[in-house]
């Protein structure tokens, strides 16, 4: 059982990792992120304590739908922690379809590993002594089911993201649940094209086929989500040079990604950690500025535009402030 939950725990490290990479913009906080898979991962747990298992286990559609159920409730609980937040604040904490895509993925990490716990408790409960628990499953299916769990979360997370963008008050409620939808319909047929009349290569083949589709839509999602984001960084913040929040070195850093992480691993490496630190918040900021004009240049309701603005007027202030806070500590 140990064996099998540490590698159901560095999977999910090693997913989160390659998540909090791609998502090279805005680097979402880590606390955020363990928030959002801790509630994933009580979800799960209360899902397997709380529901007969051999019951869904007789109904595959029931079975996703009650999970997927879940993995919503937990990322829209994470996300509207996250809403409160950013509303206390005075600028939002998640704000775009690729923040909905890493939240949601850990949330479908933190419910594999949940389950994965319960599972692996429950075994050992009823198990025979002597019986390798390790035996129970290969690395290889617990990355499959882990990248699944997390695949699938990313589906409803992407949808919680498009619906903060949406300008249409129906469109912020319809998207999320059609999200879920999507989620339950992934996660029925994974399972059934995994699991039903599986034989040999053709059912390991049709597993890779459904995991695979999925793992492509929100591919495409989340490269879009990116592009959008680099467009706003580069057209949002050459005008702010004049108003202290962005400086001359600050420009070419956050129009390259490459550069800009060349420079955190300098400052890193030479264990200057407090301006390591200092500058990742500040260009982490600088892009939800950047974020923040571009839905302003967007925004025609004159009660959102005016929220928006005084959005970007308290980020703004909050840069100039925390850039002369780091020139001070580097000088």
Same mark, same amino acid.
């Not at 992120?33 to 029931?62: H, R």
């Not at 704000?95 to 716990?117: A, K, P, S």
């Given at each position: ?17 390659? /998540? ?15 928030? /959002? ?86 075994? $050992? ?58 989620? /339950?319909? $992934? ?34 999602? $989340? ?63 600088? /892009? ?44």
């Amino acid at each position: 059982m140990t064996s099998t939950l540490i590698s159901t725990l560095l999977l999910a490290i090693l997913y989160l990792s390659v /998540v909090r990479f791609v998502d090279m913009n805005e680097k979402e906080p880590l606390w955020a992120m363990l928030m /959002v898979f801790v509630f994933g991962a009580l979800g799960a747990v209360a899902t397997s304590l709380g529901i007969n298992q051999s019951t869904l286990g007789l109904n595959l559609w029931a079975s996703a739908s009650i999970k997927e159920l879940v993995k919503f409730l937990a990322i829209g609980g994470g996300v509207g922690v996250l809403v409160a937040y950013g509303q206390r604040r005075g600028w939002e904490e998640f704000n775009g379809t690729m923040d909905g895509i890493v939240y949601g993925t850990c949330g479908g990490l933190g419910f594999g590993v949940g389950e994965q716990l319960v599972n692996q408790l429950t075994f $050992a409960a009823i198990s025979i002594p002597g019986m390798a628990v390790s035996q129970v499953g290969s690395f290889g299916k617990l990355a499959l089911s882990g990248l699944s769990d997390g695949v699938v979360g990313a589906i409803i997370g992407a949808g919680f993201g498009l619906a903060s963008e949406a300008k249409a008050p129906v469109l912020r409620a319809v998207v999320p649940v059609t999200s879920l939808v999507f989620a /339950v319909v $992934a996660d029925a047929l994974y399972h059934l094209l995994r699991h039903g009349n599986a034989l040999g290569d053709s059912g390991a083949l049709r597993a890779n086929l459904a995991l695979g589709v999925p793992v492509l839509a929100i591919g495409a999602v $989340a490269a879009y989500a990116l592009m959008a984001e680099r467009h706003a960084i580069h057209g949002q913040l050459d005008d702010e040079l004049g108003t202290g929040a962005v400086g001359p070195s600050d420009l070419p850093l956050l129009k390259s990604v490459v550069a800009r992480q060349l420079v955190y691993a300098k400052a890193f490496f030479s264990f200057k950690l407090g301006y390591f630190f200092g500058l990742r918040n500040v260009h982490n900021l600088q /892009v939800q500025l950047a974020f923040a004009k571009a839905r302003l240049a967007g925004e025609s309701d004159p009660a959102r535009r005016a929220r928006v603005d005084a959005e970007v007027a308290k980020i703004r202030a909050a840069l100039v402030e925390r850039r002369r806070a780091l020139e001070g500590g580097a000088s």
